[in-house]
Nanobody, 123 residues
Framework: VQLQASGGGLVQAGGSLRLSCAAFVRTFSLYSMGWFRQAPGKERLFVAA????????DYAEAVKGRFTISRDNAKKTVYLQMGSLEPEDTAVYYC?????????????????WGQGTQVTVSS
């Protein structure tokens, strides 16, 4: 499984961005997907996750109500719509794939990782 994240950039506080993660795999619908983020000098943290067919989603408390995860299995792509961005959201965002169904919050559930895309929110 190869994952390619895109859509990061520089945005002002209060703005929005949509991240995309394209998967190069035959059976994308058999992987739950997640987004994680890592700020400089800090550990990689869970942001959002979605089950095989989008039937379940979960979010970190810090992003609930501001971020939305979705997927398009026909396009083999998962999205992270980010709104009301705050400087604290600045990080490298990684998409990841897990062979287990459900909205997995645990980083160890994810077997495959994309290269990351930088999101910078200015105040």
């Amino acid at each position: 499984v190869q994952l390619q994240a895109s859509g990061g950039g520089l945005v002002q506080a209060g703005g929005s961005l949509r991240l995309s993660c394209a998967a190069f795999v035959r059976t994308f619908s058999l992987y739950s997907m997640g987004w994680f983020r890592q700020a400089p000098g800090k550990e990689r943290l869970f942001v959002a996750a979605i089950g095989w067919h989008g039937e379940s989603t979960d979010y970190a408390e810090a992003v609930k109500g501001r971020f939305t995860i979705s997927r398009d299995n026909a396009k083999k792509t998962v999205y992270l719509q980010m709104g009301s961005l705050e400087p604290e959201d600045t990080a490298v965002y990684y998409c990841a794939a897990s062979p287990w169904n459900g909205s997995n919050k645990d980083i160890i559930a994810y077997k495959y990782w994309g290269q990351g895309t930088q999101v910078t929110v200015s105040s």
